[in-house]
């Protein structure tokens, strides 16, 4: 299901569109003499990857309303041009298919993101990397961040609370869930798709499989 008149081709990081500040960004906040493409990398990774199949359909939506995903393309990506929204009733079957901690998981970004950011930026980046999360591969590819560096460097700008807390140096997919379980009081906050990856007794041992503890520290390929 294609959200525009045709489908567009994401901008790939290479391109020259990608770097760039965004309109009306507060320059007073940390990082505010570089520009943006890290965070438009990463929101352009994740349409990517839905659109490949990569991610689950919902992610097409970045979980925002139709009006406010149309305005991001339109300020992020404005080489793609005017873009066709779909039905209401089609936007929200695809808003429907959300995963459960979705919502909560994009909370916890936005509670803890850097003083100074701007907040229509920090929206939709937040909806992105909640998104990606929901992937079944490493978290910097579904973000299409070349490695877990990229993730450390996007987080460290926009979501810099969140970015110190994790002290322990644990998988960014990891942490972010492990935090978001201590919000929500519960044990059973696990990465989806984690299970199937070659790497998931390193992340988790059987020791620890009722839960994600914050302060098992694993400084090994970022997920």
């Not at 020259?16 to 990398?41: F, H, I, K, Q, Y």
């Not at 929200?92 to 936005?110: C, S």
């Not at 990229?150 to 140096?169: D, I, K, Q, T, W």
Request: charged share 25%; net charge neutral; aromatic share 8%.
């Amino acid at each position: 299901m294609k959200i525009v008149r045709t489908s567009p081709r994401w901008p790939a990081p290479s391109q020259s569109g990608m770097s760039r500040r965004m309109p009306g960004r507060n320059r007073e906040g940390a990082g505010a003499a570089r520009d943006d493409t890290l965070m438009l990398r990463a929101i352009s990774g994740v349409l990517r990857n839905a659109q490949c199949g990569e991610l689950p359909v919902f992610a097409w939506t970045l979980g925002l309303p139709q009006h406010a995903l149309l305005e991001m393309v339109e300020r992020c990506f404005p080489e793609l041009g005017a873009l066709e929204g779909l039905s209401d009733m089609q936007y929200a079957i695809l808003k429907a298919a959300q995963p459960p901690y979705f919502q909560a998981l994009v909370a916890l970004l936005m509670t803890r993101r850097t003083a100074g950011v701007d907040e229509h930026v920090a929206t939709w980046l937040a909806h992105a990397i909640a998104a990606a999360c929901h992937g079944e591969r490493h978290l910097w590819e579904d973000l299409d961040l070349g490695g877990r560096d990229g993730v450390s460097r996007l987080l460290e700008r926009y979501f810099h609370p969140l970015y110190l807390a994790n002290s322990r140096n644990l998988r960014w997919k990891r942490f972010l869930f492990a935090e978001l379980g201590a919000v929500l009081g519960r044990t059973d906050c696990l990465p989806p798709g984690c299970h199937r990856c070659d790497q998931h007794r390193v992340c988790f041992p059987e020791s620890k499989a009722q839960g994600v503890s914050v302060h098992d520290g694993i400084d090994q390929e970022e997920h």
